[in-house]
């Protein structure tokens, strides 16, 4: 079991920066591979990044490719996403989640856990 709460959210410009943090208690973080998602209003949830349990390898979708950043942190049980170059259609309630499964899936329906979400929004 492990329970993800995070922080960081937030109003920004477009163009702005935000970081958005996610710590993890309970069972160590490191156990599991990590992941970001977010959801829009009137939208369904999407995947935003995933990084490997060691944080050797990430994965992200093309729409903020370039422009995010995730990170871990397995000493301090942290997950972080990193967000640059802001547009409003990032406007969105973010979500931290964990996965038991082996790789980095951008499944949600295999995320086991998951943090009660981080209003990140945009003005243009």
């Known amino acids: 079991q492990v329970q993800l709460v995070e922080s960081g959210g937030g109003l920004v410009q477009a163009g702005g920066s935000l970081r958005l943090s996610c710590a993890a208690s309970g069972r160590t973080s490191r156990t599991y591979v990590m992941g970001w998602f977010r959801q829009a209003p009137g939208k369904e949830r999407e995947f935003v990044a995933a990084?490997?349990?060691?944080?050797?390898?990430?994965r992200y979708p093309d729409s903020v490719k370039g422009r995010f950043t995730i990170s871990r942190d397995n000493a301090k049980n942290t997950v972080s996403l990193q967000m640059n170059s802001l547009k409003p259609e990032d406007t969105a309630v973010y979500y931290c989640a964990a996965t038991q499964y082996q790789y980095m899936t951008t499944v949600q329906s295999s995320y086991d856990y998951w943090g009660q979400g981080t209003q990140v929004t945009v003005s243009s």
């Open positions: 990084i490997s349990r060691s944080g050797g390898s990430t």
